[in-house]
């Protein structure tokens, strides 16, 4: 919502070209809501338009508004008492949360939950707030309702399987994420680059710069790439965890461990203490963005944006692509200025880990050469998942990856064969998408439990965390800033 942040509108003013934008966006997102959104678009006159703000914004991250139908207006996006009907109920807001507030006589008011104001008053960013997007103070005693996003509408991969909810409900409000782990498509990775302007070496150089080996935004158990970051973390909570759990929460960067299943222990324990900041304190899948730049990556709540991370690769490029936009990053990346690409995308001090030189050498190998092959990497992240290994999720056809697809084919019944074909991909993807993905939520322990010495990630490939990627305004918060690229360590 923040690029949205200043849009006015108010009676008397005509229509507005922005507000008509984002019907349009919803209406092109969502076919049954189309009749719906152009009906609103012909009425030549002001509406009250709070319900259409938090409608767009949560389309926007790919998450669904409320919608009951056409002819049931009333339980429909610009109404603020249909929002009731949307989502999971919660007691306390989260970050991005829908609020609905009362103040009788008729009059409701919809936004998203900010922070709190203290004193009985809540900070809610939304629209219609005095005519404005902006962040507003309201009375909790007002409060009629909060709902959060229960199960993303995650975007189906791999030979048009749709993807499992990503996001389940939990005990007292808690999230549970379920992995879906649906792959990169072409439209995906093809949306990404338009909406950047880049071309298609350009986004596979983040992809292979910023993900370990094997590469994919994926671990075999259908969970996201994550580091977890505890200074991030101690940031967040402002150091109240810092005395008894400083293996997850301290000022000072380091301490990450090992890769994989190591960093969802560690995630799930600071869950345990505060969900939206440990969640905040991971960066997330294919570009490893940043849990607290969740809005700057087009998301309500940083709950919306690992549901998403969970369901597909598609939802993690776009998110990539929402921040570079956000961060005013595009332009150099379109360019190939890497080294302007990399201060502004992995932070000042992306020299340490050549990181723009990782780029460049990404680039240079892709944009010379063949560019990943979609078909061939659907079905290297389906065998992962049914445990045979094609080495590497790179989309290049090579020995491992057909041993792996002749193992498959051995022990499924089917013939042996040189190349993929049609058959065995329809098979290696239905297979891959009955494998239960495993989860993440919170994990309570003792104070003091499973402290670790600093250091440096002990991670696939030889990659150590030495000053990672930033939000806006610097500073380290955990892209992947090791040795690797291509023809070095950690590299093909």
């Excluded at 409701?108 to 900010?114: C, I, N, P, S």
Aim: aromatic content about 10%.
């Amino acid at each position: 919502m923040r690029d949205i942040t200043g849009t006015h509108w108010g009676p008397g003013e005509g229509q507005s070209a922005a507000i008509g934008g984002w019907l349009k966006f919803i209406s092109s997102t969502y076919s049954d809501m189309s009749k719906y959104c152009d009906s609103v678009l012909q009425m030549q006159k002001y509406f009250e338009w709070c319900g259409l703000t938090v409608g767009y914004c949560l389309a926007k991250a790919g998450v669904r508004p409320v919608f009951a139908s056409i002819d049931n207006e009333k339980g429909d996006f610009l109404w603020a008492l249909a929002w009731l009907d949307w989502g999971e109920a919660v007691q306390t807001p989260e970050p991005g949360d829908v609020v609905v507030f009362d103040w009788g006589h008729g009059a409701q008011h919809v936004t998203l939950f900010d922070s709190d104001a203290g004193g009985g008053y809540w900070f809610c960013r939304g629209g219609n707030q005095s005519r404005e997007v902006k962040v507003s103070k309201f009375p909790t005693s007002n409060v009629k309702g909060i709902r959060r996003v229960a199960a993303a509408a995650a975007t189906g991969g791999g030979g048009g399987a749709a993807a499992q909810p990503a996001v389940v409900p939990g005990a007292a409000g808690a999230s549970s994420f379920v992995g879906a782990g649906a792959p990169l498509t072409e439209a995906g990775l093809a949306a990404a680059a338009q909406k950047l302007g880049a071309n298609l070496a350009s986004i596979w150089a983040i992809t292979f710069t910023e993900t370990d080996p094997p590469y994919g935004g994926f671990y075999n158990d259908k969970r996201p790439q994550i580091l977890f970051e505890r200074h991030i973390f101690s940031k967040l909570t402002k150091g109240r965890f810092d005395a008894g759990y400083p293996d997850i929460s301290n000022p000072v960067p380091g301490g990450y461990g090992a890769g994989g299943a190591n960093q969802y222990d560690r995630l799930s324990r600071a869950m345990s203490l505060d969900e939206s900041a440990a969640l905040q304190s991971a960066s997330w899948g294919i570009g490893q963005v940043l849990g607290e730049n969740f809005s700057e990556a087009g998301f309500p709540s940083p709950q919306a944006m690992v549901a998403q991370a969970f369901a597909s690769e598609d939802q993690q490029i776009l998110a990539v692509a929402n921040e570079i936009i956000a961060d005013k990053a595009a332009d150099a990346l379109a360019n190939q200025r890497w080294a302007d690409f990399a201060r502004i995308y992995n932070g000042p001090n992306f020299a340490d880990s050549n990181y723009d030189v990782r780029l460049g050498s990404w680039y240079e190998r892709f944009h010379s050469g063949a560019l990943p092959d979609i078909r061939t990497r659907t079905a290297q992240i389906y065998l992962m998942y049914l445990g045979f290994d094609p080495s590497e999720i790179d989309g290049s056809w090579g020995k491992r990856t057909q041993s792996a697809m002749n193992d498959y084919q051995a022990k499924k019944g089917l013939p042996n064969t040189s190349n993929l074909d049609d058959a065995t991909l329809a098979a290696i993807v239905a297979d891959g998408n009955a494998v239960k993905g495993a989860t993440l939520s919170a994990k309570p322990q003792s104070p003091g439990a499973g402290q670790a010495a600093d250091g440096g990630r002990a991670a696939a490939g030889g990659q150590l965390a030495s000053g990672g990627r930033t939000g806006p305004g610097g500073g380290p918060t955990g892209g992947l800033t090791g040795p690797g690229g291509p023809g070095g360590p950690g590299g093909p």
